[in-house]
T-cell receptor
């Protein structure tokens, strides 16, 4: 019940395409869902986050869609660029459980020029 | 504001040895969490410290321990190293005003156990 399932494992798109990464969870106590971007040799960087009382959140080219009833959320990257090539992780946390992030397995994204 | 810093960045040890990793959180942040990242298991939570107290712990053996100092800096220690402990160890800080759940990661310490 503590798992967050992420798909796909890897993704290749052309520049300008819209990669979509999906995550699903079981624990309905999760109430904060961040996405992280990680480049090789670096730590994960917080990209965007959403709470379940909101169905969509946009920050720049990054959008999170959230479906509370289906217990699913997804990341869309608009007008993707080669510089977006990285590994993306979704995560979930129970606010009352302090700061224990449960991560998805990660999606390796390659954006070709 | 300076980000989360971790030292050392790289470490090579042999089986049976012990190791101490250090993390300095973002100024003003009082919570420090530690994570282990491996290709097989992904990102896994080790433990969290807040105001010098461990308030959350993941499913790792007792060989993994940590502590936090009064200035919020944290250390984690792994004793009797095993080959499977080879990983990237990440710390994350949080606790800035109005951003209770946002966690900001350091660059990590790459530990190799031979």
């Amino acid at each position: 019940q503590q798992q967050v399932k992420q798909s796909p494992q890897s993704l290749i798109v052309q520049k300008g395409g819209i990669p979509i990464i999906n995550c699903a969870y079981e624990n309905t106590a999760f109430d904060y869902f961040p996405w992280y971007q990680q480049f090789p040799g670096k730590g994960p960087a917080l990209l965007i986050a959403i709470r379940p009382d909101v169905s969509e959140k946009k920050e720049g080219r990054f959008t999170i869609s959230f479906n509370k009833s289906a217990k699913q959320f997804s990341l869309h990257i608009m007008d993707s660029q080669p510089g977006d090539s990285a590994t993306y992780f979704c995560a979930a946390i129970v606010s009352g459980g302090y700061n224990k992030l449960i991560f998805g397995a990660g999606t390796r994204l390659a954006v070709h020029p | 504001k300076a980000g989360v810093t971790q030292t050392p960045r790289y470490l090579i040890k042999t089986r049976g040895q012990q190791v101490t990793l250090s993390c300095s959180p973002i100024s003003g942040h009082r919570s420090v969490s530690w994570y282990q990242q491996t290709p097989g298991q992904g990102l896994q939570f080790l433990f969290e410290y807040f105001s010098e107290t461990q308030r959350n712990k993941g499913n790792f053996p007792g060989r993994f321990s940590g502590r936090q100092f009064s200035n919020s800096r944290s250390e984690m220690n792994v004793s009797t190293l095993e080959l499977g402990d080879s990983a990237l160890y990440l710390c994350a800080s949080s606790g800035g005003q109005g951003m209770r759940n946002e966690q900001f990661f350091g660059p990590g310490t790459r530990l190799t156990v031979l």
